[in-house]
């Protein structure tokens, strides 16, 4: 089945510096791509979608500014978490979604845990 | 590695019918969740099931948890086309895991 990679899967970073989150389509072309966070004990959020060559769609609330989408290839898109602070700290997902992919509509990488220290 | 795992993964019924999909997942969890993707759009938040409940309702959705089978099920009564979408449950332990997710198509 399509494969989606995500790393890192945990990072550690000091407030103030900037994380980048890469999730890659291993054998599928992703034309669209979800990131989502998930706080401790609750359901994921949407924070943006993102088409391959286009500027991400961001969901109310979401700060464009700080959290980065770039998704410049049909394999790979990148979130930037920006001058991360401690409430930063969460568990981000990627999906992607695309062509080629039989049955079912989306594929979701392995997650990456941020904490900021 | 995908934690939860549904089934089937394709499932084609007819307007009206009712629709049941499988979940099951390997290691211990503190909750199991349900969405539903429709293409092109986000997750879709359906229902959450605590380690400690069995069975759990939302309108029309059904969702029952075996934690000693490590498995849960979803079922939709009176599918209507809008439910063609796919479904995933997510296994939230430590980090949260989703299945491949079952395409469910609802044909009118």
């Known amino acids: 089945g399509a494969v989606v990679s995500q790393h890192p899967s945990r990072v550690i970073c000091k407030s103030g510096t900037s994380v980048k989150i890469e999730c890659r389509s291993l054998d599928f072309q992703a034309t669209t791509m979800f990131w989502y966070r998930q706080f401790p004990k609750q359901s994921l959020m949407l924070m943006a979608t993102?088409?391959?060559?286009?500027?991400?769609?961001?969901e109310q609330g979401v700060e464009k500014d700080k959290f980065l989408i770039n998704h410049a290839s049909l394999t790979l898109s990148t979130l930037t978490v920006t001058s991360a602070h401690p409430e930063d700290s969460s568990f981000y997902i990627c999906?992607?979604?695309?062509?080629?992919?039989?049955?079912?509509?989306?594929?979701f990488g392995q997650g990456t845990r941020l904490t900021v220290v | 590695s995908q934690q939860g795992e549904e089934d089937p993964q394709a499932l084609s019924i007819q307007e009206g019918e009712n629709a049941t999909m499988n979940c099951s997942y390997k290691?211990?969890?503190?909750?199991l969740q349900w969405y539903r993707q429709n293409s092109g759009r986000g997750l879709v938040h359906l229902i959450l099931?605590?380690?400690?409940?069995r069975e759990k309702h939302s309108g029309r959705l059904r969702v029952t948890l075996d934690t000693s089978k490590k498995s849960s099920s979803l079922l939709i009564t009176a599918s209507r086309a809008a439910d063609t979408a796919s479904y995933f449950c997510a296994t939230d332990g430590n980090d949260m895991r989703f299945g491949a997710g079952t395409r469910l198509t609802v044909k009118p």
């Open positions: 099931i605590r380690s400690n409940e």
């Open positions: 999906s992607a979604e695309g062509r080629g992919v039989m049955n079912t509509e989306a594929f």
């Open positions: 290691t211990s969890i503190n909750n």
């Open positions: 993102s088409n391959e060559g286009s500027k991400a769609t961001y």
